[in-house]
């Protein structure tokens, strides 16, 4: 099964618009690859800017959150509509940082998801465990259990078209990478988690990516495991590294 990588950056908090443009503009040359697609998921106050500096380039603008809900009394959220105005295509739902610092629960993840389906936006959807889930070995336990949530009352067609993010959170901004092994197996086991919620044809088309100190070296190992369809990347998107890890092979 040949599934089309993509690799996408998560800017977390940082870079102002003015630095967004810069950054768009020094990384679009390097990140020029027509045979992966390529996602700059940025702060929302950066997304225009960054989409007006991408024009005519392969780099897609994404979304790092948005709120559930399509307006009303929420102050300081994002709305679906808002980003697909802005023509956004992906955005990030669920992240741990958003778990653990805004409460984000699975429930909640599953009410974005849905709603971004609703306004045809893909969802890169994030799950992985924390390091004592990993040394008590319930992984693949947890990591299922966070899939069955944020998939629930999602279709079979919605499905295919997502990207969930494998990112353990003991490899997020810490340098110690997931070995190539650790990160093929849980990726596995999420497809076959996905086969069990729906059929094989959509285990076969969901993409799962692998975050979690993504640097130029460990790209290319990870990024060619039968299971890991590219990366979510956080530090090193906001380097010309990216580049680098865009044009892994
Ligand atoms: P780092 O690549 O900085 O470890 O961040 C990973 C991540 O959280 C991407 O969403």
Not at 28 to 38: F, S, Y
Not at 148 to 164: D, H, L
Request: negative net charge.
């Amino acid at each position: 099964m040949s599934r089309r990588k993509i690799v996408a950056g998560n800017w977390k908090m940082n870079m102002t618009p003015t630095q967004a443009v810069e950054l768009v503009n020094t990384l679009k040359p390097l990140v020029a690859n027509d045979e992966v697609d390529v996602v700059f998921c940025v702060p929302a106050i950066n997304i225009i800017p960054a989409m007006e500096a991408a024009k005519g380039s392969n780099i897609n603008i994404g979304a790092e959150n948005m709120y559930f809900e399509d307006s009303g009394a929420f102050t300081g959220e994002i709305s679906p509509l808002m980003l697909v105005d802005a023509g956004v295509k992906y955005v990030i739902i669920g992240h741990s940082e958003r778990r653990e610092y805004f409460g984000e629960t699975d429930e909640i993840v599953n009410k974005k998801v849905l709603k971004a389906f609703a306004h045809n936006l893909t969802p890169i959807i994030c799950c992985g465990e924390t390091l004592t889930q990993r040394e008590q070995g319930i992984t693949i336990d947890f990591v299922r259990q966070q899939i069955k949530i944020a998939f629930q009352n999602v279709t079979a067609e919605q499905a295919k078209a997502s990207v969930i993010a494998y990112e353990p959170i003991w490899a997020i901004g810490t340098g110690k990478v997931a070995t190539t092994e650790q990160a093929q197996e849980v990726c596995a086991a999420i497809r076959v988690c996905i086969g069990e919620i729906y059929d094989q044809a959509t285990a076969d088309l969901i993409r799962i990516q692998y975050g979690g100190s993504v640097t130029a070296d460990s790209a290319a190992d990870l990024f060619s495991q039968s299971d890991i369809d590219g990366g979510l990347v956080g530090g090193a998107s906001l380097k010309p590294d990216f580049g680098k890890i865009v044009n892994y092979k």
